[in-house]
């Protein structure tokens, strides 16, 4: 059984950064997993923000985060994050952690492709 479960969300006023952690469990990251961030804000569709092959390290961003955010992993931990810096406003949002036994990078704005989710971490940025 797949689990997957999101920290380290908040408030932070504009030019801030935070660290967000995925931690799964039911797989390790020796076997190769696609690991995405996501974002939901109120009234919007889910966003891909940045995807993950466990196994080798491969990371893809969406081009409205590239360069602030940086995903990475902790094979020992068994934990994905997400380093966001120069946070905005507009990157306020719920976000989720999801995982899929298979994908490519097409599949970052693909939700529909993952199958496994995390409760998801509140992130609000105030200007």
């Known amino acids: 059984q797949v689990q997957l479960v999101e920290s380290g969300g908040g408030s932070v006023q504009a030019g801030g950064s935070l660290r967000l952690s995925c931690a799964a469990s039911?797989?390790?990251?020796?076997?190769?997993?696609?690991m995405n961030w996501f974002r939901q804000a109120p009234g919007k569709e889910r966003e891909g923000v940045a995807l993950?092959?466990?196994?080798?390290?491969?990371?893809a961003y969406a081009d409205s985060v590239k360069g602030r955010f940086t995903i990475s992993r902790d094979s020992a931990k068994n934990t994905i994050y997400l380093q966001m810096d120069s946070l905005q406003p507009e990157d306020t949002a719920m976000y989720y952690c999801?995982?899929?036994?298979?994908?490519?990078?097409?599949?970052?704005?693909?939700?529909?492709?993952?199958?496994?989710w995390g409760q998801g971490t509140q992130v609000t940025v105030s200007s």
């Open positions: 039911g797989y390790t990251f020796s076997v190769t997993y696609c």
């Open positions: 993950i092959f466990t196994r080798t390290g491969a990371a």
């Open positions: 999801a995982a899929a036994r298979s994908c490519s990078v097409l599949d970052l704005r693909r939700p529909e492709r993952f199958d496994y």
